[in-house]
């Protein structure tokens, strides 16, 4: 049986506030009194709307050590959108370099669904690789380089520096 996390309609409600309140923030770009109380009424109306939707996550994901392990999560992830960028690039400007396409698969530790829909869109992110499905706890990936047909291995090459953080955070 799948493990999910349903979060109390007034936690879904608070973490949908919040998020549509400092979204507001970033995009009008300012502190005066009239936008910020503006966007105060206007992300709470919307949450009230659609606050059901928000079921990913409850408001412990705002811990601090779990913010920690997210902006973590963010250098990593720009860490490796780097390297396979300049991977994919170098493959095209040099079109001697071996490519081995093919689809690889395996297992991930990932529980909830919100978290295995976070690594697939990380690892589709990455240049070089495409998330094709994920069935139960198996994934399957399109991997412009096939090193190894091994799933550990292929696991460890496309997916182990995402999943270890993931594991932390959900």
Not at 33 to 53: K, N
Not at 116 to 137: E, Q, Y
Request: hydrophobic fraction near 50%.
């Amino acid at each position: 049986m799948e493990k999910t996390q349903t979060p109390s309609r007034t936690a879904s409600f608070i973490l949908a506030w919040l998020i549509l309140f400092l979204t507001w923030l970033m995009f009008t770009s300012t502190f005066a009194t009239q936008e910020v109380v503006t966007g105060l009424i206007t992300s709470l109306l919307i949450a009230l709307f659609t606050s059901r939707f928000f079921t990913c996550c409850n408001l412990s994901i705002f811990s601090p050590v779990k913010l920690l392990y997210l902006i973590e999560y963010l250098f990593v992830f720009l860490w490796a959108l780097i390297v396979a960028n300049l991977d994919v690039a170098r493959r095209v400007i040099s079109p001697k370099l071996p490519i081995n396409p093919g689809i690889v698969k395996f297992k991930t530790k990932l529980t909830t669904d919100f978290s295995k829909m976070v690594l697939a869109n990380s690892i589709t992110l990455t240049p070089g690789t495409i998330s094709v499905d994920i069935i139960d706890d198996t994934y399957y990936i399109h991997w412009i380089d096939v090193k190894s047909l091994d799933p550990e291995e292929a696991k460890k090459d496309i997916a182990d520096k995402f999943e270890r953080i993931l594991l932390k955070i959900f």
